[in-house]
T-cell receptor, first 113, second 110 residues
Framework: EAGVAQSPRYKIIEKRQSVAFWCNPI?????LYWYQQILGQGPKLLIQ????????DSQLPKDRFSAERLKGVDSTLKIQPAKLEDSAVYLC???????????FGDGTRLSIL | GNSVTQMEGPVTLSEEAFLTINCTYT??????LFWYVQYPGEGLQLLLK?????DKGSNKGFEATYRKETTSFHLEKGSVQVSDSAVYFC?????????FGTGTRLQVFP
């Protein structure tokens, strides 16, 4: 079974630029999550999709972050404009459904200069 | 609210030593509990889980028992290897929210 795929693995941008991350979940997984993991901390949920609908985006800084999952499969997370404090690893996870174990991708490490 | 507290690291051990990483939780209801492991440069991998009180999760020589009376889910391994060096996260799921502890770094030396 193929795992959760994320790209790019690394991204370096200057503050105020924009950036986008892509995630392809495990086939058949209805639920998709984006997490932000700041160095030395546990992952923090940014947004959760069930199929192509948003279940929870209460922790997403909506003034600069956006995410979509238009066809209920792949998802993109965008930051525009980036701030220094956005430097983190952005993890995508998927699960077969609600309250099921989540499977994580390798993440995208974002550095803001 | 729901939260997870882990012992701070790093935990430094010699190969074949006994490992314990403490984890306690606060939650309403009866959450499922997990341990995830993160190797350098990689995402999180589910190590083991327990879904109800007194359940024991186990995988790759690691074990953890869901203790409702002490609200704990301590991770143990009888004999660690250098390859176990990683960051370990305790987590709970409640109302479909996966809540992580801050992680404990384990360093195992030959």
């Amino acid at each position: 079974e193929a795992g959760v795929a994320q790209s790019p693995r690394y991204k370096i941008i200057e503050k105020r630029q924009s950036v986008a991350f892509w995630c392809n979940p495990i086939s058949g997984h209805a639920t998709l999550y984006w997490y932000q993991q700041i160095l030395g901390q546990g992952p923090k949920l940014l947004i959760q999709f069930q199929n192509n609908g948003v279940v929870d985006d209460s922790q997403l800084p909506k003034d600069r972050f956006s995410a979509e999952r238009l066809k209920g499969v792949d998802s993109t997370l965008k930051i525009q404009p980036a701030k220094l404090e956005d430097s983190a690893v952005y993890l995508c996870a998927s699960s077969p459904g609600l309250n099921q174990p989540q499977h994580f991708g390798d993440g995208t490490r974002l550095s803001i200069l | 609210g729901n939260s997870v507290t882990q012992m701070e690291g790093p935990v430094t051990l010699s190969e074949e030593a006994f490992l314990t990483i403490n984890c306690t939780y606060t939650a309403t209801g009866y959450p499922s509990l997990f341990w995830y492991v993160q190797y350098p440069g990689e995402g999180l991998q589910l190590l083991l889980k327990a879904t109800k009180a007194d359940d024991k999760g186990s995988n790759k020589g690691f074990e953890a028992t869901y203790r409702k009376e002490t609200t704990s889910f301590h991770l143990e391994k009888g004999s660690v290897q250098v390859s176990d060096s990683a960051v370990y996260f305790c987590a709970l799921i409640a109302t479909d929210k996966l809540i992580f502890g801050t992680g404990t770094r384990l360093q195992v030396f030959p």
